[in-house]
T-cell receptor, first 107, second 116 residues
Framework: KNEVEQSPQNLTAQEGEFITINCSYSVGISALHWLQQHPGGGIVSLFMLSSGKKKHGRLIATINIQEKHSSLHITASHPRDSAVYICAANTGNQFYFGTGTSLTVIP | GAVVSQHPSRVICKSGTSVKIECRSLDFQATTMFWYRQFPKKSLMLMATSNEGSKATYEQGVEKDKFLINHASLTLSTLTVTSAHPEDSSFYIC????????????FGSGTRLTVV
């Protein structure tokens, strides 16, 4: 069993839709990271969370420490949001990566 | 925000040659550099961890003589793929841990290596 599980694996949405990507983890964490990987491969760090909720533009990340669950929401999705979104559990010593959610937003 | 510059972004080399990949932290000091390999549609796989001025620690199954890592300064780490073979073709990406905020990680843009 993977330490980090993401769902869904693939997601197609119409432009403007509200999107949710879920992440569950089984390890004790110091922080939970949400990353974005574009088709070219480069990875951008979107959020680092240890509790509660963070918002940056149209992106919102939440975490429930007790339930070991985090969600990434995208409001008013746009084709440029198309990418792979990766959840990563940071134990302080190690990173455990989810396998990613491939998001395609159709105009 | 913290930026890690990785280059080259793409490289094609012949079998038997060596390729060096560089990662530089541009606006912070990277105490630790992590090197990952990513296979198509797979998660990042940790290859090795290097601390500035120390020998790298390699994950099980990663050949240290094949994947040479140097972390000579707080802003530069290099991965050299020696005597490259076609099976070394992959996407390699580095990630730096900030000296001041140990939880923060910045990622390089990755290097697509093709060995022909």
């Amino acid at each position: 069993k993977n330490e980090v599980e993401q769902s869904p694996q693939n997601l197609t949405a119409q432009e403007g839709e509200f999107i949710t990507i879920n992440c569950s983890y089984s390890v004790g964490i110091s922080a939970l990271h949400w990353l974005q990987q574009h088709p070219g491969g480069g990875i951008v760090s979107l959020f680092m969370l240890s509790s509660g909720k963070k918002k940056h533009g149209r992106l919102i990340a939440t975490i429930n420490i007790q339930e070991k669950h985090s969600s990434l929401h995208i409001t008013a999705s746009h084709p440029r949001d198309s990418a792979v979104y990766i959840c990563a559990a940071n134990t302080g010593n190690q990173f455990y990566f989810g396998t990613g959610t491939s998001l395609t937003v159709i105009p | 925000g913290a930026v890690v510059s990785q280059h080259p972004s793409r490289v094609i080399c012949k079998s038997g040659t060596s390729v060096k990949i560089e990662c530089r932290s541009l606006d912070f000091q990277a105490t630790t550099m992590f090197w990952y390999r990513q296979f198509p549609k797979k998660s990042l796989m940790l290859m090795a961890t290097s601390n500035e001025g120390s020998k790298a620690t390699y994950e099980q199954g990663v050949e240290k003589d094949k994947f040479l890592i140097n972390h000579a300064s707080l802003t530069l780490s290099t991965l050299t793929v020696t005597s490259a073979h076609p099976e070394d073709s992959s996407f390699y990406i580095c990630s730096a841990r900030d000296k001041t905020t140990s939880l923060m990680r910045a990622f390089g843009s990755g290097t697509r290596l093709t060995v022909v």
